[in-house]
């Protein structure tokens, strides 16, 4: 959901390029596609898509060569820079918001692309002595974490909860989970022990690791990081695919209204959800020997009539 009004006479919107990827040589080959996305511009995934797009493209619909520019971006940035006309589509993590976005007319096509799963990480030394049993639920784990938190502010070492604090899919995922216990510890009175950090998910997680502090983490970003960031933390609660899971983690793609090449935006995301194209790139890309996503659920069919 945008916080910026789509103005269709307002030229559009320019954000510089995070990344541009290209699969030959030429550098002078323009940029046709502009996504918005975070973490998986930065796991790489967003590579993979667009160097295997890019070829395909070519070779199936005869097309020059051409670039595909990642713009890194949360998920309330995204649904700003489609309305500003800043990108031709984005990834982004939040199903209601997106509907929204649907509806204010500034995306005009959404569809699920793969699954993250949100994880609870915390120190090895396990400062808040959080159970690590599989039968523990996340709301369980977060309750205790807050008595902890809230009892350990008078030591010499207090126990402390990382937070991104910026709007991304992290930071509202992990205010959910809070206010699901009944509990607010960014308002007022404000709470000591909950830090909050603004920075993309790589550089999060690596203050959390250096600082000893729990944190709310997609899983991508965990096994992209460097090998230091994990040595100093450990898992105690990763989502799965079920989509009742409340750490379950859904990317869709969302193509702008107003997109400079829509063709070549909607021929992208056909590509996202096929079966041998970017649902494959999916179920194949790993980092550090694991798989990072998984694909997204087949459609549900619609039953059959009988006459």
């Not at 930065?42 to 395909?56: C, H, P, T, V, Y």
């Not at 079966?275 to 659920?297: I, T, W």
Request: aromatic residues 12%; glycine residues 4%; charged residues 20%.
């Amino acid at each position: 959901m945008a916080s910026i009004s789509l103005n269709p006479n307002h030229p559009p919107h320019y954000i510089e390029a995070t990344e541009v990827y290209r699969i030959t040589p030429d550098k002078d080959s323009p940029i046709k596609l502009r996504i918005a996305s975070g973490g998986a511009g930065q796991s790489g995934l967003i590579r993979a898509f667009a160097e295997d797009f890019i070829k395909q493209y070519m070779n199936t619909a005869g097309a020059s060569p051409f670039a595909v520019a990642w713009m890194a971006s949360d998920t309330t940035m995204s649904f700003n820079s489609l309305a500003l006309k800043a990108v031709d589509m984005s990834i982004t993590y939040h199903p209601i918001a997106e509907n929204t976005a649907i509806q204010q007319g500034i995306a005009d096509r959404r569809e699920y692309i793969w699954r993250d799963h949100w994880m609870l990480v915390g120190p090895k030394s396990n400062p808040a002595n959080l159970p690590t049993s599989d039968s523990v639920s996340i709301y369980d784990l977060f309750t205790h974490l807050f008595c902890a938190c809230i009892e350990s502010q008078t030591s010499k070492s207090p126990i402390r909860f990382l937070s991104r604090y910026d709007k991304s899919a992290a930071n509202i995922k992990e205010s959910s989970l809070w206010t699901a216990i009944g509990q607010t510890p960014w308002s007022h009175p404000w709470s000591s022990w909950y830090h909050t950090y603004i920075d993309f998910p790589f550089r999060a997680l690596e203050v959390a690791a250096l600082l000893g502090e729990y944190s709310l983490v997609d899983k991508g970003t965990w096994w992209s990081v460097e090998p230091w960031v994990r040595e100093k933390l450990m898992i105690f609660k990763v989502g799965g695919d079920k989509e009742t899971d409340p750490l379950l983690n859904p990317a869709h793609a969302l193509v702008s209204s107003k997109a400079e090449n829509s063709r070549l935006a909607n021929a992208f995301v056909d590509w996202l959800i096929s079966e041998d194209g970017g649902q494959a790139v999916v179920r194949n890309f790993s980092k550090n020997g694991v798989v990072l996503y998984s694909a997204a659920p087949a459609p549900i069919p619609h039953p059959s009539t009988s006459t």
